[in-house]
């Protein structure tokens, strides 16, 4: 789908998703490294019996479909060569400082000028400029400040932010759409584009209708935990189970079936299939209608119910019954998954130790347009020969000073 495209990808653990996607979708993606390689290298989880600089895992998942070269930007030469292959290049993406690259001498101004269509991407914690772009940042603070952790957690204790990280994933994601969205303007008006990426702007998204609290009905949402406000109401999400939680709404359509459950378990008895009015439950409960069972009778009778179930088995009845309900996943269950193994999710990838391992696969499966892993990660400097010598024409030499690593 991109395969005429180049992309150079000049990002280290804060932006390394956004080109990956793009690679992922066919662009020839160049991995610029410095000569001690990107930061990702040296963010575990480590894998065992690997040369030093491929032990991460970390790295090994966010830089698929990339051939990599290493450049020493400190050098004039290595300077050189990035603007020639940004010559040779459709689109850049870095996540380095604000104003970093150009204090460098290869910021947009530079590579504009060796490519007057080029399409610049940069990711920051909180954007080029403003009030904030200089502050220290980490998952963490961006999660806070960006809002999400404001809906996070109960009300009596802190807030609390994803387990795994989150904020960089979101902000590559935003980067990518924003990259091919540029390119489209690009292509319109044949000028350059900068794209300014926030990671805090990107994790104000992650709070959906959070955001549109405020203008709806006066007040913020509050933290929750795993119940769920309706309005002037709160509605309990999340239900234990026998190894586990599932989430399932009380509503209409999930009553109007469930109920029947209910019944035949024996807990509750036969009269109420009939006794309420099941299709316009929620409607009626959101305004505070005449009800026969309360909510707190009906969320008290589907905790019973769900208790002697396993999360399978309750999500295996609520597919063949067009019950909406959902397990809440350990990493296992995502991985014994049998709706991501029987779609051929799962990709067998070869580790940098000589081990295999099934891996998580394309991100969509396109009929006209096949997506396909063509680069496992690449070894720090695996290219250097091929691009900077074949694709620039630069001798061995040179090579050696561009990249910063010995020929």
């Not at 290493?70 to 050098?75: E, P, R």
């Not at 998952?139 to 999400?148: N, Q, V």
């Amino acid at each position: 789908m991109l395969s005429p495209y180049t992309v150079l990808d000049l990002t280290n653990d804060r932006g390394e998703l956004a080109a990956m996607i793009l690679g992922d979708l066919g662009a020839d993606v160049i991995k610029v490294e410095p000569p001690e390689g990107s930061t990702s290298r040296r963010m575990g989880p480590f894998l065992d019996d690997a040369p030093e600089p491929e032990r991460s895992l970390h790295y090994y998942a966010f830089n698929r479909n990339k051939r990599g070269i290493t450049l020493d930007l400190d050098s004039e030469q290595g300077k050189k060569a990035l603007l020639a292959l940004v010559a040779k290049a459709d689109f850049v993406i870095e996540s380095g400082h604000p104003g970093e690259m150009s204090r460098m001498g290869v910021g947009f101004e530079a590579m504009r000028s060796a490519n007057p269509r080029i399409v610049y991407v940069a990711i920051t914690p909180f954007g080029q400029d403003g009030p904030y772009a200089e502050f220290a940042a980490s998952d963490l603070t961006i999660a806070a400040m960006g809002g999400p952790m404001s809906l996070q957690g109960v009300a009596s204790r802190a807030p609390v932010r994803l387990s795994v990280p989150q904020v960089w994933l979101h902000a590559s994601a935003e980067a990518a759409v924003a990259a091919l969205t540029a390119h489209a303007r690009m292509l319109q008006d044949g000028e350059a584009q900068f794209v300014d990426v926030s990671a805090q702007t990107a994790m104000i998204w992650t709070m959906l209708h959070g955001i549109g609290a405020h203008p709806v009905q006066g007040h913020d949402f509050q933290r929750g935990g795993s119940d769920l406000q309706l309005g002037n109401m709160i509605v309990p999400l999340v239900y234990e189970c026998a190894d586990g939680y599932v989430v399932l709404l009380t509503s209409g359509a999930t009553m109007s079936t469930a109920v029947h459950w209910l019944v035949a378990d024996g807990i509750v008895p036969e009269e109420w299939i009939e006794g309420e009015d099941w299709p316009t439950y929620e409607r009626r409960l959101l305004q505070e209608g005449e009800m026969v069972y309360g909510l707190e009778e009906v969320v008290a009778a589907l905790r019973r119910f769900v208790r002697p179930y396993t999360k399978a088995q309750l999500l295996e009845r609520g597919l063949s019954e067009s019950v909406t309900l959902a397990p809440v996943s350990t990493i296992e269950d995502i991985a014994r998954f049998r709706q991501l193994e029987e779609r051929g999710y799962w990709l067998s990838a070869p580790l940098p130790n000589g081990g295999q391992v099934d891996a998580p696969g394309l991100f969509s499966r396109l009929s006209e347009s096949p997506m396909e892993v063509r680069f496992w990660p690449p070894t720090l400097g695996q290219h250097n020969s091929e691009i900077l010598g074949d694709m620039l024409g630069m001798a061995a030499a040179e090579i050696s000073t561009a990249s910063g690593l010995d020929s």
